[in-house]
């Protein structure tokens, strides 16, 4: 198994240099193609001393400046991904949000750096998570490269972390550690028996992994500074939640990975 195509999102107001580097260096370790992919949208309403009002020469100039933009960030994309790297260009006048959801059907992994407040010009990770459908590295701030030489699995019994461990076979095959803890305030027969199993399934696909307890309370500080403490490069975990009235509200920890910057994560749904 490994990620045969990979989905890249480039913020439009941010520097995009950085992670085209970062996700052509993914691309050649796992000999995959790259998409990469910038998007922004036009607000559909305008401030006017009358009120919100729809203008459409002022939505005019935005979108000219959007596609001015797109089309400057597509040369740095061919500038930097070596031809070495299969590789191809999407742009989009929409939400980056919806663009990554519409490309994320043809990739096996999507990357991109964290998301801003803006939804017309910068991602939001907690909609893309829950509705891409493909696993999501969500890259530490200013980061150039994703080693993965030491990576955490963030481990609690359940359907998310089980898609989380097999979405990320590829990135922990390659991994030097690859460490499996799970937060509880006791360590019984039950939860060495689950980490025990997942172990195994990874010893399974040939890499091997140790263990861990971390006492106390779920608590995403606390995974964090333990991922710290065996210096991981990225955290693999579920997407935990629960419907609220028809909407999503996720649990703590996921909360914490998804506001974490310092270290990058690879999060499942």
Not at 1 to 7: D, L, P
Not at 86 to 95: L, M, T
Not at 160 to 166: F, I
Not at 193 to 211: K, N, P
């Amino acid at each position: 198994m490994t990620y045969k195509t990979i989905v890249v999102n480039l913020a439009v107001d941010a520097d995009p240099a950085p992670m085209v580097r970062l996700a052509a260096d993914l691309a050649e370790r796992f000999d995959a193609h790259l998409i990469g992919l910038a998007a922004a949208d036009v607000p559909p309403l305008v401030s006017t001393g009358e009120g919100l009002v729809y203008e459409g020469e002022v939505m005019q100039v935005q979108r000219t400046e959007i596609e001015k933009r797109l089309a400057a960030m597509s040369e740095i994309f061919w500038q930097l991904v070596p031809a070495s790297v299969s590789s191809e260009w999407s742009q989009y006048i929409c939400g980056p949000t919806r663009a990554l959801g519409r490309v994320a059907r043809s990739a096996d992994l999507v990357v991109t750096a964290d998301g801003g407040e803006n939804v017309f010009r910068a991602v939001d990770i907690a909609s893309l998570v829950l509705g891409a459908g493909r696993p999501v590295l969500v890259t530490a701030r200013n980061a150039e490269h994703v080693l993965g030489r030491t990576v955490l699995v963030a481990w609690k019994d359940g359907r998310e972390a089980r898609r989380a461990l097999s979405d990320s076979l590829p990135l922990l095959a390659k991994a030097k550690e690859v460490v499996i803890a799970t937060m509880e305030r006791e360590s019984g027969e039950d939860v060495r028996d689950s980490l025990a199993d997942a172990a195994v399934f990874l010893e399974q696909h040939g890499i091997m992994a140790r263990t861990e307890v971390i006492a106390g309370e779920a608590d995403g500080d606390r995974l964090v500074a333990f991922a710290r403490s065996i210096h991981a490069d990225v955290i693999v975990s579920g997407a935990y939640g629960h419907s609220r009235l028809r909407e999503w509200a996720f649990g703590g920890v996921t909360r914490s990975l998804i506001g974490e910057s310092g270290i990058s994560r690879l999060l499942s749904n």
